[in-house]
């Protein structure tokens, strides 16, 4: 199995026809100037953990919204006044309603989710909602501050969900037989000594 780690590298090497040794590397790829959307961070709802805990996830997915490309963000802040009021009251489970609550900011999209804590990693459940009310996507994932890569994770997280072409990269695989079919996912992709494969998504591959 070969796995392309996000924001980072991997490496396996093995003689045969199934093992190689290759360098896997995410590269956010650029992508055609389009008019940005606007989006707003609704304030992450806490499972369990305490308000400095949720505020310090919350400025992580702050940073990583930041370089998601094609995007411009609104501050939380502005939301949290409206989601305050009345009939916005437990917002955060209904669609419609955070679609009404990002439209009355001139939000595009609303980023809302849900932060837990377990083993001191920060399990975090977050969906994009349009302004339209149609749910544009979810993503799950673990951020652990005790851990390397903790920046990556979470970006890794942002563009899953709001830019997932984006989210690739590339292998150079160099193959030590002779005149080889290289395969990835049961597909062939190329030839021995090497190929160099493009717009591969991230994650665990055959």
Known sequence: MWTLAAFGKTSR??????????????LLLPAPAR?????????????????ANTSK???????????????????TARLARVLRKPKFIDCQARVDCLAAAGRSVGADLVLAG????????FMIYLRAVSS????LGT??????????????????????????????GELDVKVDVPN???Y???RRVGRSPRARLKRVKVGTHA
């Open 13 to 26: 090497a093995g003689r045969g026809h199934s093992v190689f040794p290759m360098l896997a590397a995410l």
């Open 35 to 51: 008019a940005k959307k606007v989006g707003v961070i609704a304030p992450l709802n806490p499972l369990g953990i305490s308000g």
């Open 57 to 75: 996830v919350q400025r992580w997915i702050a940073a990583a919204a930041s370089s998601v490309p094609r995007h411009r963000w609104l501050g």
């Open 114 to 121: 849900d932060v837990g804590s377990l083993g001191g990693a």
């Open 132 to 135: 339209s009310g149609e749910t």
């Open 139 to 168: 993503v799950s994932g673990v951020a652990d501050p005790g851990r390397p890569g903790l920046r990556q994770a979470v970006r890794g997280l942002l563009f899953q969900l709001l830019a997932p072409r984006a989210y690739s």
């Open 180 to 182: 080889a079919w290289i």
């Open 184 to 186: 990835l996912d049961g």
